[in-house]
């Protein structure tokens, strides 16, 4: 496995490449790190796939953003293009978890010619109900939590998961563990603000200008209230030929399971 530090004006980016064959970029969510996309697994690895991952600005090993404000999805699809052009990778495979999902999509409207095709996991970004106040007052509470308690703080503006009680511990437990990963935790804070008052785009009808192969990956709402089902829907619908793939329902996600999501990135990349 090969550690790469990508200069550029947005910061240092901290990221890894490890396999040979079709170049895959992996781009994880908000408050993530790169392990939170296929969850460490290494199956695109042994079955013949380069895979790229990257910590984003502000986020585990990378350096913070030049401004508190500058975690907007230009700025993440900016840092994109230099992972990708970083790594020698003129055209790639890019999945996107959450946030690295909505990143997957601008970058995509911007840079049609460089994507071989997209996975799109659990995105959640609606352009129909953008701004929503209470919203966004939530990822506030979440930040100052952050910034004014760490790891702990954060955990208590989170409060209780509104999900089956089977599940909330492995939800915690891994909030626990990947917001203990960060090098610099007041940049996820500023990212936790910043983000969600930033569009990736517009409105729906624009990703019908997205030609690349696509697969979206749903959560059931039940597991996963914070990455809507329906918006997922939403996202196969714009989407010209794209694969709605999910888990069945009272099931663990499949966004949880790096080996099966391998798969389905595996036979994405063998369908471009």
Do not use: C, K, N
Request: charged share 20%; hydrophobic share 45%; net charge negative.
């Amino acid at each position: 496995m090969g550690e790469l530090t990508i200069g550029g004006d947005g910061g240092a980016l901290s990221a890894e490449q490890a396999g040979e064959g079709i170049p895959v970029v992996l781009l994880h969510g908000l408050t993530a790190t790169r392990r939170y996309v296929l969850m460490g697994s290494r199956a695109l690895e042994r079955s013949g796939h380069r895979v790229v991952a990257y910590d984003a600005r502000g986020h585990g090993r990378s350096a913070p953003a030049p401004a508190p404000t500058a975690y907007g999805y230009a700025d993440l699809a900016g840092d994109l293009q230099r992972v990708l052009d970083a790594a020698g990778a003129e055209r790639a495979v890019l999945v996107g978890a959450s946030m690295g999902a909505h990143t997957v999509v601008r970058f995509a409207l911007d840079h049609p010619g460089r994507v071989l095709a997209a996975a799109l996991i659990t995105p959640a970004y609606d352009p129909a109900a953008p701004g929503d106040p209470a919203a966004l007052a939530r990822w506030d509470a979440l930040a100052a939590g952050l910034r004014s308690g760490g790891v702990d703080g954060f955990l208590a503006a989170y409060g209780e998961p509104e999900v089956p009680e089977r599940w909330r511990e492995t939800v915690m437990t891994v909030l626990r563990q990947r917001l203990s990963q960060h090098e610099h935790p007041a940049a996820v804070a500023d990212a936790l603000q910043a983000v969600p008052r930033s569009r990736p785009f517009a409105t729906w009808d624009e990703l019908g200008a997205i030609a690349a192969p696509t697969v979206v990956v749903a959560s059931r709402d039940e597991a996963d209230p914070g990455h809507p089902y329906a918006v997922a829907e939403a996202y196969a619908r714009g989407l010209r030929g794209a694969r709605l793939v999910s888990e069945e329902p009272g099931r663990s996600p499949l966004a949880w399971q790096g080996g099966q999501l391998s798969r389905v990135v595996a036979e994405l990349a063998a369908s471009r």
